[in-house]
C-alpha cells in the first residue's frame, strides 16, 4: 500500500508525497529540529516612516527596538517581529514573497475591514475562508504602503 500524505500547497491527498520516517528523517539531515514558528519578516520598504506608521496605527504593532547603524526598525506584532529595512521605491517584485499572514485575537472581522477601509487601507477582495497554521477560517487581505499582500487571519 502506498502511504499518501497532504499536498501543504492544494491542501489534498497526494500519493506522489511521501511523509518520512523519523529514522529516514535523520539519514537526510545532519541536525534535527523541532519547527516552532515564524521568528519573523523582513520587508524593503520605500519610506520607513511611512510603513512604520502603517504597522504601529493599522495593524497595532509596536516599535520594539531601532537599529540606527544598519537602518532596521524592529516590529512587535504578537511574538513574532516584522522588520522593515530601507529598499526601493518600485513595487514589491512579482517573483518574490506573495504575501504574510499575520494571526490576529478578533471576534468582529467585518467591523476591522470597515474601519481599515474609512482609514483609507486597501482591502482586496470580501472576507474569505481560508486555510493557515491553526486550521480554516474566515481572513481578509490588504495592502500595505508598499504594495506588501498582508493577510489578517483571526486565529
Do not use: W
Not at 541536525?31 to 511611512?50: C, I, T
Not at 510603513?51 to 504593532?61: A, G, H
Not at 478578533?106 to 477601509?117: F, I, M, T
Amino acid at each position: 500500500m502506498r502511504q499518501q500524505s497532504i499536498d501543504p500547497i492544494a491542501g489534498v491527498q497526494c500519493p506522489a508525497l511521501k511523509t518520512l520516517a523519523t529514522d529516514e528523517r535523520r539519514e537526510h539531515n545532519t541536525a534535527v529540529f523541532k519547527p516552532l514558528g515564524l521568528d519573523h519578516v523582513v520587508l524593503r520598504v520605500s519610506d520607513q516612516a511611512r510603513s512604520q506608521r502603517f504597522y504601529v496605527e493599522m495593524l497595532r504593532c509596536t516599535v520594539d527596538h531601532v537599529n540606527e547603524r544598519i537602518s532596521l526598525i524592529h516590529l512587535r506584532f504578537g511574538d513574532h517581529m516584522i522588520d522593515l529595512v530601507p529598499g526601493s521605491a518600485a513595487p514589491p517584485s512579482a517573483g518574490g514573497v506573495d504575501h504574510v499572514c499575520l494571526s490576529i485575537d478578533c471576534d468582529d472581522l467585518e467591523g476591522v475591514v470597515g474601519e481599515l477601509r474609512a482609514r483609507g487601507v486597501t482591502v482586496e477582495g470580501e472576507i474569505s475562508d481560508r486555510r493557515g497554521a491553526y486550521g480554516r477560517g474566515p481572513s481578509i487581505y490588504i495592502r500595505d504602503p508598499d504594495g506588501y499582500k498582508i493577510e489578517l487571519k483571526p486565529r
